[in-house]
């Protein structure tokens, strides 16, 4: 019989930072069709879901990676 691996603190935080980017995120269509909204009100310009979907993407990784580095800061 093996016995149980323990559980510390630091390996549950290496587990979030390392799965930081590669997690799968779910979004709604309500919220892609806002998010088109928005930025063609901010454009001018007609979005398709895809785009919005693209948006949303994209700054959702901008903001992990200033969470990375602020967490990399704090960490120094």
Do not use: C, Y
């Not at 799968?24 to 895809?50: C, H, I, M, N, Y």
């Amino acid at each position: 019989m093996k016995p149980k691996r323990r559980v510390t603190k630091r390996s549950v935080e290496r587990n979030a930072h390392t799965n930081l980017f590669s997690r799968q995120r779910v979004v709604d269509e309500a919220f892609l069709e806002g998010t088109a909204r928005l930025f063609k009100a901010r454009t001018g310009r007609s979005l398709s879901t895809e785009d919005a979907r693209q948006i949303v993407d994209n700054l959702g990784s901008f903001f992990r990676i200033l969470a990375e580095w602020d967490r990399i800061d704090r960490d120094k």
